[in-house]
């Protein structure tokens, strides 16, 4: 079979017909539902049908997924509380689930009005690292870990983009945290990478920024020769 290079991506300028959002934001919290008309405008220049479609956005729309790791390749793992997965029992779903709201992940947070360009997504990483994890580092310690990617654009115009760092645990303090019930009694767990690959391989974590950050951390640690 011959290779062929990837295509590329059609052109398509989307149109908001209408937007149907409710005027009133008084029971507005975290995330802000945009319920729209839209029309897909093609390069041969037809165009689609009017259909409704609802987004999700929030006035931070990007995050930092950091990967924390050692000199003898061990990474900064997490426990999160994530309360949607406590409901997913009483949905229709195709395989029963046990509804654990507790997933193992490696630090990250939103990027906040202030913290622009690749400086800013340095500093985020620091603030996040300082709040959860309690190691003190300065913007300048991150690099980047490839492009940033789309986690799910079908629902919310989010990237993450995702960097690492080398530390000693030995310099962490206790983690300042932000306050909200979801991060309380974290547990926090130094493991080798290649123990946590294995884990993603078989489902113990089922976090899927957190699974290609290793993953690529593993990658860049292999061409360094690390």
């Not at 406590?86 to 990250?108: I, S």
Request: proline share 8%; net charge negative; with cysteine.
């Amino acid at each position: 079979m011959s290779e062929r290079p990837l295509a590329r991506r059609p052109k398509v300028r989307i149109e908001v017909v209408q937007d149907r959002t409710a005027s009133s934001r008084a029971d507005e919290g975290f995330i802000r539902v945009r319920r729209l008309s839209l029309r897909n405008h093609y390069e041969d220049g037809s165009a689609s049908a009017t259909y409704a479609y609802d987004c999700a956005e929030r006035a931070a729309m990007d995050a930092v997924v950091i990967v924390l790791h050692t000199s003898d390749a061990r990474v900064c793992l997490r426990s999160s509380i994530r309360p949607p997965l406590a409901l997913r029992p009483g949905y229709a779903l195709p395989l029963p689930d046990r509804g654990d709201p507790t997933l193992f992940e490696v630090p990250a947070g939103l990027v906040e009005a202030e913290e622009r360009g690749e400086e800013g997504l340095r500093a985020c990483s620091a603030r996040e690292t300082l709040e959860e994890v309690g190691l003190a580092l300065a913007p300048e310690s991150f690099a980047r870990l490839g492009p940033p990617v789309y986690l799910t654009p079908g629902l919310i115009a989010e990237k993450i983009h995702l960097l690492h760092a080398r530390v000693d645990p030995r310099d962490a303090g206790a983690p300042a945290l932000d306050g909200s019930p979801v991060e309380e009694n974290a547990r926090i767990e130094w493991v080798p990478l290649a123990d946590a690959l294995a884990a993603c391989r078989d489902g113990r974590i089922e976090d899927i920024k957190t699974e290609l950050a290793l993953r690529r951390l593993a990658e860049t640690i292999t061409e360094v020769g690390a």
